[in-house]
């Protein structure tokens, strides 16, 4: 009776898989079956004043996003999706200056351009092609940016722009 009861639970969860292995969803992220592999190339750094790791450091994080939460594997040649972009704006701007008044605060302000190119032999597969994505982190006037820099982005900033840019590429497929 116990082994007839373990090949019944066997059988349903063989006949769960298959249903499910044409469609692989994550965080409500769907991706087409034909698309397996993607490659990022080193986000280049055209803003000024940005740290000069900024593009190498962002590629590598969003890199590792993909990696992890997609069933994309990464690979320098047969790629089915090329992701590529730019670090186009870092700059602080005061919030809320009054004449006569000092600012209290200030915000980190970083904007990333991100595209992706279908490199598969099929039409069908469609995806947005070029975006860019900013976000911002405040912090106090009184602090010296490069005192906190490190920490608001990786705490605030690219957190936020890395699932921007997630969501709006792997969102609607």
């Known amino acids: 009776m116990k082994s007839t009861m373990k090949i019944h639970l066997l059988l349903l969860c063989g006949l769960s898989c298959a249903l499910f292995a044409g469609c692989y ?3 409500g992220i769907s991706i087409d079956p034909r698309v397996n592999t993607f490659s990022i ?3 280049e750094t055209t803003a000024n004043n940005a740290p000069p790791t900024i593009g190498v450091d962002f590629t590598e994080l969003l890199k590792d996003k993909m990696r992890s939460e ?3 594997k990464l690979r320098s040649d047969s790629i089915d999706v090329q992701f590529s972009g730019k670090i186009v704006d870092f700059r602080v701007v005061p919030v809320a200056p009054k004449p ?3 600012v209290e605060l200030n915000q980190l302000v970083v904007v990333v351009q991100v595209s992706a190119e279908n490199l598969t032999d ?4 469609k995806w947005p092609k070029e975006k860019s994505f900013s976000h911002f982190a405040e912090f106090s006037s009184q602090t010296d940016l490069l005192s906190v820099q490190d920490q608001l982005l990786q705490q605030t900033i690219y957190p ?12 609607d497929w």
């Not at 936020?160 to 969102?171: A, H, P, S, V, W």
């Open 100 to 102: 006569g008044e000092l």
């Open 41 to 43: 190339s080193i986000f």
């Open 70 to 72: 997609t069933r994309l």
């Open 160 to 171: 936020q722009l890395l699932e921007d840019i997630f969501n709006y590429f792997f969102n």
């Open 25 to 27: 969803t994550l965080k």
């Open 122 to 125: 099929n039409p069908e597969i």
